[in-house]
């Protein structure tokens, strides 16, 4: 009876979701990897996020198999909802090139150039040998080639994807006009300038307050910012909970030679 081993298990994580959530991300062998998987003396488990191979404990076999005593592994990542595209780092404003990570045999550990996958880890859509043609109309989430010498055992790898952030542009219409509101963070990190009156495409006008800084995109963002109006007393609040934007909205805002993705989000108090 052949007895297995874990071999090398790798870990996709993306920002947007958090650590302990497995993102939609399905990996996809490409045909040379199937065969290998098909192999008796190995055994591949493939799920959102994950990989995990096993291989015999005897590693004779993989041994006169291997080429240079290298046993390589290719997929690609593919996202199981378009979203994800809009909603990950360096990928929402990239045209024609793809990610590519190549793990050499030794490697552990992160296989991204940074902390999160990016620009580092972009190669020209037509990177030489390693896309098929199928890939220029279908780009993958990412190319993952991975070489192992086949006595590696245990290997552990990790793959971390990183949310776009965004500058949030609230547009509150209605309410009294002689109301002086504003936005609050409870949490006191980020403020929101006051741009003054805007009028929309629909003829409406509004007041509209853009955030000091990016905010970075989650699947389950903190309600903490709420519209509060200036009075004798104080500051009252008027909506404890403001909304967020949706996944992937957003526009490319330029100010001179700098560019910010923007998302506009709109509060109707009539």
Not at 95 to 122: C, H, K, N, Y
Not at 144 to 168: K, N
């Amino acid at each position: 009876m052949t007895v297995f081993a874990p071999f090398f298990r790798l870990d996709v994580t993306h920002d947007y979701y958090g650590p302990a959530v497995r993102p939609p991300i399905a990996l996809e062998p490409d045909r040379a990897t199937a065969r290998l998987a098909a192999r008796g003396d190995l055994r591949l488990r493939i799920g959102d996020g994950l990989l995990e191979v096993f291989a015999s404990e005897d590693r004779t076999a993989l041994g006169l198999i291997a080429e240079a005593d290298e046993l390589v592994f290719t997929f690609r990542l593919r996202a199981r909802t378009p979203a994800l595209h809009g909603i990950t780092e360096g990928l929402a404003d990239s045209r024609g090139a793809v990610v590519v990570i190549e793990a050499a045999p030794g490697t552990a550990g992160a296989l991204q150039s940074g902390e999160t996958v990016g620009a580092a880890d972009m190669r020209p859509l037509a990177a030489e040998g390693l896309l098929d043609p199928a890939d220029l109309l279908r780009p993958p989430l990412a190319l993952l080639r991975i070489v192992m010498a086949p006595e590696a055992r245990d290997v552990r790898l990790s793959l971390r994807f990183g949310a776009v952030e965004a500058l949030w542009l609230y547009h509150v219409l209605g309410g009294a006009a002689e109301a002086r509101i504003g936005i609050r963070d409870r949490k006191d990190e980020i403020g929101f300038d006051a741009l003054g009156e805007r009028v929309m495409s629909n003829g409406a006008r509004a007041l509209s307050f853009r955030s000091s800084a990016p905010i970075a995109a989650r699947a389950r963002p903190e309600s903490r910012f709420e519209l509060v109006s200036e009075g004798p007393f104080g500051p009252r609040v008027v909506l404890p909970a403001l909304p967020c934007p949706a996944p992937g909205s957003g526009r490319i805002e330029k100010a001179g030679d700098a560019r910010h993705l923007v998302s506009d989000i709109y509060v109707n108090l009539l």
